[in-house]
Nanobody, 123 residues
C-alpha cells in the first residue's frame, strides 16, 4: 500500500508565495518521476511541473520562472515552490508519482495520486 500525502495549500494574495509538499509512504521499492498537476473548476487536469529521479525538470509554460519543483529522494518527498502567484493559478493541486513496489518477489510499477490540496489566489 502506497500513500501520497500533500500539504501546504491555502489562500494567498496575488504576488504571494506558497510551498506545497508531498510525501510518499508505504511499501516503496523506488520512485521514478514525481510531479504536480492542477485542476481548476470546469477545466481539465494539467501538468504543472515534473521531476525525474535524477533531478531533470520540466514545467508548464504558464509557470516557468515562477514555480520550482524539487525533491528529497531519501525522504520520498517532492516540493513545489510557487512564487508570484496569480489568480489564474487557483486550482486543486495534485501530487503524482510513478512508484515501484515489491509484491512478494515481483516488482510492480504504478502511478499514484495524492488527495489534492486547494490553492486559492485572490486578486
Amino acid at each position: 500500500q502506497v500513500q501520497l500525502v500533500e500539504s501546504g495549500g491555502g489562500l494567498v494574495q496575488a504576488g504571494g508565495s506558497l510551498r506545497l509538499s508531498c510525501a510518499a509512504s508505504g511499501s516503496i521499492f523506488s520512485i521514478n518521476a514525481m510531479g504536480w498537476y492542477r485542476q481548476a473548476p470546469g477545466k481539465q487536469r494539467e501538468l504543472v511541473a515534473a521531476i525525474t529521479s535524477g533531478g531533470s525538470t520540466n514545467y508548464a509554460d504558464s509557470v516557468k520562472g515562477r514555480f520550482t519543483i524539487s525533491r528529497d529522494n531519501p525522504k520520498n518527498t517532492v516540493y513545489l515552490q510557487m512564487n508570484s502567484l496569480r489568480p489564474e493559478d487557483t486550482a486543486v493541486y495534485y501530487c503524482n508519482a510513478n512508484i515501484w513496489t515489491m509484491v512478494k518477489v515481483t516488482p510492480i510499477e504504478n502511478d499514484y495520486w495524492g488527495q489534492g490540496t486547494q490553492v486559492t489566489v485572490s486578486s
